[in-house]
């Protein structure tokens, strides 16, 4: 299969004219009135989102004279004297302190973040001896992040996991930002054990099944990240099945012939790169798992194994509803398959069955329900081992002018020239029909500086072959 093949390609990246940095603003900690703002001085701005972060973060470098601002210090015989100082000496900058942060692209999109970020480090650049000015690099973080660390779960909960993660960054570490949550079909009685609230949220990703995209028993596992949007908490097939949020082409033509039409962005860089090693996966168990489930109550002993083909294959994936970025999985070599007792699985899990676990309520109550699993281990542990596992199957790294409109998680249309094996370069009237189609935005970053501006891609997903279309979701008369 092409898609499967040992590859890295990369490309020259081509200038993005620069964004609009309107705020950046520090607020001290001693005095929440006074602010200083580093806007002028503001060399450099990174900003960062990634399905595997609880939290956005950023990163800004900025310059300051040393006459940022005033301060007023007692001089002899009760006297005041005042003294332009730098913005780090002034409020001072020690870490905590918020940072209102708003910046805005070349579509009027803006990212506005209003004293919703923190400084967690601050520290000195190196500068020429021949200059008084210093240099200095702050890396945000967003204000839960601290909240993280001060907080604990304690109480037990009974419901849907959803609605855990939904306590948990309400009432424990009481966010005013939106929470954007996939319903569970996974009720579950549950106690913090007195950790971090973001601790026990990934704690309980894996034994979250979407309501309405993953069913009982076929998949499993969610993700929990931030956007500048707020919070999110979503399956992984409800990531797959996203709503196309821009289309992007990358070939090799001038600039100035512009985005071919039914496309929004073209890509300015291109790195593919296939992730699957063999064994890797196979020890992970990404396509094959085999369960020892032992039930305490009835010691009972049960063996299974779950093969993501099944025996009809790639059709079995097809009508199990389970859901694919790309046309298929990656098909592994049939000489390897292995038949008979303790074969053709390549990881093995030990579970105990959650019989009378943690039932909560009334002594009757518990009675009732004490032969009844609170975890169905059996349908969820495994399943969400081999879609995490399968997810990150494939990845592209691209880099296009900056476009803050687009968040991690969010799907994305790509495609691809197809390379002409016998000349050896981009044939621009064929596309990539293997390496092509819908991807997942895994991780972004912005880079802001006074004469550029990018937005770096991390996509990423399970299966290869090109789905989708450049035009879905448009009015295709716009593009006639």
Known sequence: MAGQGNK????TVRESSPALL???DIISNENKSTSVS???????????ESILADTVSASIVFTDAGNTMTRTKKGQGHGKRRKKVSAVEGLPIIGQEKVALKFTDNNDNTLDFDASLSINTIKALPTSSQTTSKSYEIVLVSNEFFDNEKVRVRVPKRGEVSDHVKFMLEDVIKTEKKIDL???????????????????????????VSAENQGSGESAGYF?????????????????????????I???TPDSAGVPKGYDIKALTLDVDNRINVQEKLQRGAYSTRRIVLNPWDLNYEVSTIDAFGPEGQKAINDSGMKLAGDRLPVLNDAYKKEGADSEFARTTFLTATTGQLCMGTSEEQIEKSKEENLKVKE?????????NQLFASQITITIPGEFSLHAGDTVFLDIPQISESENKVCNDEVNEEDGGLYIIADLCHYITAKETYTKLNLIRDSFGRTGSPTKGKNIAELV
């Open 250 to 252: 990358y070939n090799e």
């Open 38 to 48: 580093v806007l002028q001085g503001t060399v450099r701005v990174l900003y960062w």
């Open 22 to 24: 309107q705020r950046v």
């Open 380 to 388: 969820v542990v495994n399943q969400s081992i081999m879609r995490y």
């Open 8 to 11: 890295n390609r990369k490309r």
């Open 224 to 248: 929990f990240w931030e956007t500048s949007e707020g919070y999110h908490f979503k399956s992984i097939d409800t990531l797959l099945s996203g709503d196309q949020k821009k289309s992007i």
């Open 182 to 208: 996939d319903d569970t079909s996974s009720p579950l009685d549950w106690c913090g054990h007195n950790t971090k609230p973001f601790y026990a949220i990934n704690k309980l990703s894996p034994k979250a």
